[in-house]
């Protein structure tokens, strides 16, 4: 499976911002989704995911973030709005063939390239 991540861009605080996974293969509807991010100096941490039994987030962007995935379309979405400064970060995208994983980057076997996001204030 590969990944490639879209939608990054330079905004500012307040603002919206959606990103795009778009997946290769043709089994894409049994795979867990997820979104991670990896701010400058820290660690890569877990934003959202999405699988069969439903949708889970951090709660740094819990309301704020949505996760989606169309699946005639292999593209999993992540919509941000009332973006601030901390959400800046290089935003990976990846694939779990555990169709139940959650939040757990050891849980998920393929990751996309990354796409920054700068939120300024």
């Known amino acids: 499976v590969q990944l490639q991540a879209s939608g990054g861009g330079s905004v500012q605080a307040g603002d919206s911002l959606r990103l795009s996974c778009t997946a290769s293969g043709r089994t894409f509807r049994n795979y867990s989704m997820g979104w991670f991010r990896q701010a400058p100096g820290r660690e890569r941490e877990f934003v959202a995911s999405i699988n069969w039994s439903g949708k889970f987030y951090d709660e740094a962007v819990k309301g704020r973030f949505t996760i989606s995935r169309d699946n005639a379309e292999n593209t999993v979405y992540l919509q941000m709005s009332s973006l601030n400064p901390e959400d800046t970060a290089v935003y990976y995208c990846?694939?779990?063939?555990?169709?139940?994983?959650?939040?757990?980057?050891?849980?998920?076997?393929?990751w996309g390239q990354g796409t920054l996001v700068t939120v300024s204030s």
């Open positions: 990846a694939a779990s063939r555990n169709r139940y994983a959650t939040r757990s980057q050891s849980q998920f076997d393929y």
